[in-house]
């Protein structure tokens, strides 16, 4: 497949034709690795999309080129892109102008919603906090049910994110599995 994905993009990002390192990029809501559901795509595009509150305005003006790839899964990242900037002005312009088969719309908006509502778990201090990460303690908490006292300066090592909960937590402390509030710990 990286050789067929190759000759489509003339090894150029699809979405920005960088060609600094590419990867292939299976877009979501798609699982399958298959040439319909992959992009490819150079790595400053993917870490926007991944994280697309650090995204710069200015490097997706070449989406006014590549919204009109004929490859479905070019377009959902472009359609997905243009609505997260459209509040910059030029992207809404530019969304009023895309054509999209509709189901090619609708894979876009159920993995935009995704995107959208994606839960975004983050320390005392505002720092994003991932599944195995190492955090602190900021202050003594009563550990309810355990009879115990978690102190200020206790490490908690690899903690895990509650998917429905951005406040919540989980992890070991002094070998007893809890849930802690992220407002009560920072990322080591």
């Given at each position: 497949?990286?050789?067929?994905?190759?000759?489509?993009?003339?090894?150029?990002?699809?979405?920005?034709?960088?060609?600094?390192?590419?990867?292939?990029?299976?877009?979501?809501?798609?699982m399958?690795?298959?040439?319909?559901?992959?992009?490819?795509?150079?790595?400053?595009?993917?870490?926007?999309?991944?994280?697309?509150?650090?995204?710069?305005?200015?490097?997706?003006?070449c989406?006014?080129?590549?919204?009109w790839?004929?490859?479905?899964?070019?377009?959902?990242?472009?359609?997905?892109?243009?609505?997260?900037?459209?509040?910059?002005?030029?992207?809404q312009?530019?969304?009023?102008?895309?054509?999209?088969?509709?189901?090619?719309?609708?894979?876009?908006?159920?993995?935009?919603?995704?995107?959208?509502?994606?839960?975004?778990?983050?320390?005392?201090?505002?720092?994003?906090?991932?599944?195995?990460?190492?955090?602190?303690?900021?202050?003594?908490?009563?550990?309810?049910?355990?009879?115990?006292?978690?102190?200020?300066?206790?490490?908690?090592?690899?903690?895990?994110?509650?998917?429905?909960?951005?406040?919540?937590?989980?992890?070991?402390?002094?070998?007893?599995?809890?849930?802690?509030?992220?407002?009560?710990?920072?990322?080591?």
């Open positions: 497949m990286i050789q067929e994905l190759q000759a489509r993009s003339d090894n150029n990002c699809e979405l920005c034709t960088s060609t600094a390192p590419l990867t292939a990029y299976i877009v979501a809501p798609k399958q690795e298959a040439l319909e559901n992959v992009a490819h795509i150079c790595t400053t595009c993917e870490s926007q999309i991944k994280e697309p509150e650090t995204a710069d305005v200015n490097h997706w003006r989406l006014n080129d590549s919204m790839s004929t490859e479905p899964a070019v377009q959902v990242l472009a359609w997905r892109m243009l609505n997260h900037l459209k509040g910059e002005g030029w992207p312009d530019l969304l009023d102008m895309m054509y999209i088969e509709d189901e090619t719309l609708s894979w876009a908006k159920s993995g935009y919603q995704d995107l959208a509502t994606a839960i975004k778990h983050r320390d005392s201090n505002g720092a994003q906090l991932k599944n195995g990460d190492d955090v602190v303690l900021i202050k003594d908490l009563d550990v309810k049910g355990a009879n115990f006292t978690a102190k200020r300066g206790a490490a908690v090592k690899r903690i895990s994110l509650v998917h429905d909960n951005a406040e919540h937590i989980e992890g070991k402390v002094e070998g007893q599995h809890i849930v802690i509030l992220t407002k009560y710990v920072k990322k080591q």
